[in-house]
């Protein structure tokens, strides 16, 4: 899958776009924008600006691009045909005087999510959140016997996926303190986010007829970035037994650029080996080319800007580094499972991996974990210290793949403020 289009000398006449941390034209994802007071339409991110597809098509430099991008994310010939075109109109300066007028500054520019989600479903395929969270309930026996062998997962809200950028009202709901005897209703007092990919479901299956192993990574349309907004007191009270539902469905942000799986062949990573001791997953989600090679080389990164340092101009502060290799399952093992029992997964339907984070101090993927349960409140540099998350705290979520050999690309912004419950 690695062709010209991933060359770390190829050139670009788009200024500011070679060397850009993100959009190299070696990344080329696709999604829907709207340019100032216009409505909106497909569009790829190169740099800091984003080209318009639909007038370059109009103007005959690009072949017919479906208005929904749905039908880019399921077909693979679609996106690589796309890639390649992009590519060659973006990299060679003959196009650039009929391509240029088609260029808006992303700055301008409103994101929207790609696709219209159908349904949305999150895994928790972090390992070292899954311990670590499991700690803070069972210290001695922190996963649950299933963890090992089931890609544990839940049902989310689709309704409520908004695009970076989007605020988020903190929400209310019932909770109960340890001490009380019975639940008030309120705005959470235990905000928090959780770092996780997002998979973008392409082809899909007809209900009834799982995805095996072997083909699900041809089921997956592109990755995005996803913060699982969580309100651990509703959480707490609510889930059992049927598990999360009012404390995670208010909202969840992701980044609305649309990397392909073409773009991040470079950086493609086996498997992790499972630790000795641990079972072999089931024949159903065991894959050789899938171990070899269904794992992500990306580097992940939390920050956080709180009004105060907004105030004083301070730039956000890093809570986070994790990388996305710390995930016990693979993507194609996330799709496999979820379609093993007929259960049909429709092009721009979107999967959480659950919370990334890292073995170490400084790589956890959540508030919950970075304070051990509100515990120890995270210092940050400003003398300010966070447990969960305030009014007017900003969080931003970044993703950036890089490789030996080969221009590094990122993923965009994933950005949302908290606003004061209503
Ligand atoms: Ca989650």
Redesign the pocket.
């Known amino acids: 899958m690695i062709d010209a289009t991933h060359a770390a000398d190829a050139a670009c006449w788009v200024p500011g776009a070679e060397g850009h941390p993100d959009f190299p034209i070696q990344n080329l994802p696709f999604g829907l924008f709207s340019p100032p007071n216009e409505g909106p339409r497909p569009g790829v991110a190169i740099g800091d600006a984003i080209i318009e597809l639909t007038a370059l098509v109009a103007a005959g430099l690009a072949q017919q691009v479906p208005a929904d991008l749905a039908v880019v994310l399921a077909t693979q010939p679609l996106r690589q045909s796309l890639r390649r075109q992009m590519f060659q109109l973006l990299g060679d300066d003959r196009y650039r005087p009929a391509a240029e007028p088609y260029l808006h500054a992303a700055a301008d520019c409103a994101l929207h999510v790609p696709v219209r989600i159908g349904d949305y479903s999150?895994f928790?395929a972090g390992i070292h959140h899954a311990v670590a969270v499991g700690k803070l309930f069972r210290p001695d026996n922190p996963l649950l016997p299933n963890y090992k062998y089931v890609p544990i997962g839940y049902h989310g809200r689709a309704s409520s996926i908004v695009a970076s950028g989007a605020d988020i009202v903190r929400p209310c709901g019932q909770l109960k303190a340890l001490d009380a005897e019975t639940p008030v209703f309120g705005p959470s007092q235990r905000l928090d986010f959780?770092l996780?990919l997002g998979v973008w479901i392409g082809p899909g299956n007809a209900m009834g007829q799982p995805i095996p192993i072997a083909n699900a990574a041809q089921h997956i349309g592109g990755y995005c970035l996803l913060n699982?907004w969580?309100a651990r007191d509703l959480q707490a009270w609510e889930y059992q037994p049927l598990g999360p539902f009012l404390a995670?469905n208010f909202a969840t942000t992701i980044s609305p650029w649309i990397v392909t799986p073409e773009a991040l062949a470079p950086f493609r990573l086996a498997q992790a080996p499972r630790p000795d001791g641990d079972p072999a997953p089931l024949p159903y989600l065991w894959d050789e080319t899938d171990q070899a090679s269904g794992a992500l080389k990306l580097d992940l990164t939390v920050a956080i800007q709180t009004e105060a340092m907004r105030a004083a101009g301070l730039a956000p502060h890093v809570l986070s580094r994790s990388e996305a290799r710390h995930l016990y399952w693979t993507p194609a093992q996330l799709v496999a499972h979820h379609a093993s029992n007929g259960c049909n997964l429709r092009p721009g339907d979107l999967l959480?991996t659950?919370?990334i984070s890292g073995p170490e101090d400084g790589s956890q993927g959540s508030l919950l974990e970075l304070s051990m349960g509100g515990k120890k409140p995270v210092s940050l540099p400003n003398g300010e210290t966070r447990a969960f998350l305030q009014d007017q705290d900003t969080l931003i979520l970044s993703a950036r793949a890089c490789a030996e050999g080969y221009a590094s690309i990122g993923f965009g912004p994933c950005v949302g403020r908290i606003l004061p419950a209503v």
């Open positions: 999150d928790y959780e996780e699982d969580s995670k959480g659950g919370t």
